[in-house]
């Protein structure tokens, strides 16, 4: 698992500000790095990963709680493609349907429905 170091590189954030940021503890930090769902570089974490976590703890409140998240994404049970849906993409959505995008970026849209409905 990489640490990012003390004073993150600039543009980046350290352990410490994506830890008090997300919401996560050491340990769902550490999991979710161990599961390849986030990654810091040498110069510390991008916001990109700060914004997965953050919607992996939002997703985890109407889910069963963040452990139960991650047993059943490790498991095979979850899919956490969706994300990719929240995250920018280098496109171009000119003349695509929201299906044809969804396939673009490999989202199902059974799981984007799955997550309107757990968001309400």
């Known amino acids: 698992m990489a640490e990012a170091p003390d004073g993150a590189a600039p543009g980046l954030l350290t352990r ?3 830890l008090a940021l997300s919401g996560c503890s050491e340990a769902e930090l550490a999991r979710c790095e161990e599961f390849g769902i986030v990654s810091a570089d040498a110069g510390g974490f ?8 953050q919607l992996l703890r939002q997703v985890s409140a109407h889910a069963g709680g963040f452990d139960h998240l991650l047993r059943r994404y490790q498991e095979g049970g979850y899919s956490l493609n ?28 059974e799981e984007v429905a799955q997550v309107a409905r757990a968001a309400g």
């Open 46 to 53: 991008r916001g990109l990963e700060l914004l997965k976590l």
């Open 82 to 109: 969706w994300i990719r849906l929240c995250l920018p993409q280098t496109m171009d959505v000119t003349g695509v349907t929201v299906g044809q995008a969804l396939e673009e970026v490999g989202v199902p849209l």
């Open 16 to 18: 410490a500000q994506v």
